[in-house]
């Protein structure tokens, strides 16, 4: 099923709880490596010129990520020894790292992988194995020592709901913090700037068919992660049909695209 499409974008302005973050942050501990890759041999002026610049990741031809300076020059990929087939791409706050989804040419699952902002340092942090088919849109935590993402699991052809889970870059375990069930779906999760809260896009589809595209409706929700269990508070009824949250990494505003019947 597809959970992702084009529409149009909007803001709503949300009230945040505690503090609001307003600058970058520190990674308090440098991910583990169980496995890695090496860039090709450079210079020590030519990483310390790139590790100062900034860079925009995108999601080249044939699911190849590769960064490009903010005016247009230094294209190249963002991964030079793999893995291939990487997508869904998203920064740490600090710029240090990447996340982002691989589909595995085993057992046709997907992924999650973090490497280091030269391509560096590549691993598998998440292995979604079956029942589960995909484990998406990896998302950093503001503070660097967590990734949100969704996981769907296939039995039997159905997929039963969804999971919205956080992953400890450190040690790997992963909680649950929200779960949809039926023909229900969440994803495309992102932080709010103190990281005490989650925005989620919720799609409904006609039944839980692995092959099914038609949908019924589609919201975005904010999920307060201080709350035990953790609720989700909807910001407008299915047939709104808005998608593609992401939160303003400072102000009290959330960015999401606003359709009609055809942006679904």
């Not at 087939?85 to 973090?114: E, K, M, Y």
């Not at 560096?120 to 020592?145: E, F, I, K, Y």
């Not at 989650?198 to 799609?203: A, H, N, Q, R």
């Amino acid at each position: 099923m597809n959970l992702r499409r084009w529409s149009v974008v909007a803001l709503i302005p949300m009230l945040l709880s505690g503090c609001v973050a307003t600058g970058g942050r520190t990674t308090s501990e440098t991910p583990p490596s169980t496995s890695s890759t090496t860039a090709p041999s450079r210079t020590s002026t030519e990483l310390e010129s790139d590790a100062d610049a900034q860079w925009i990741v995108y999601q080249g031809l044939n699911d190849l990520l590769r960064v490009i300076r903010p005016d247009g020059s230094g294209d190249k990929m963002a991964l030079p020894n793999g893995p291939t087939g990487a997508f869904h791409p998203d920064w740490s706050r600090d710029g240090q790292w990447l996340a982002f989804n691989v589909d595995s040419a085993g057992d046709g699952t997907r992924d999650i992988w973090i490497a280091k902002w030269d391509g560096s340092d590549a691993r598998m942090l998440v292995d979604c194995q079956v029942p589960c088919r995909d484990a998406d849109s990896p998302a950093w935590s503001p503070d660097g020592t967590r990734i949100a993402f969704n996981q769907i699991d296939n039995v039997d052809g159905h997929n039963l709901g969804s999971r919205v889970q956080t992953v400890d870059v450190a040690t790997g375990e992963i909680s649950t913090v929200f779960a949809t069930e039926g023909a229900e779906y969440a994803g495309g999760q992102r932080w709010s700037p103190d990281g005490s809260l989650l925005v989620v896009e919720l799609t409904r589809f006609v039944n839980d068919g692995n092959d099914t595209e038609e949908t019924t409706g589609g919201t975005i929700g904010v999920i307060d992660l201080a709350a035990k269990p953790a609720t989700l508070r909807l910001l407008a009824p299915f047939d709104s049909l808005w998608n593609y949250p992401d939160w303003h990494p400072t102000l009290d505003l959330i960015l999401f695209a606003a359709g009609g019947e055809d942006a679904l």
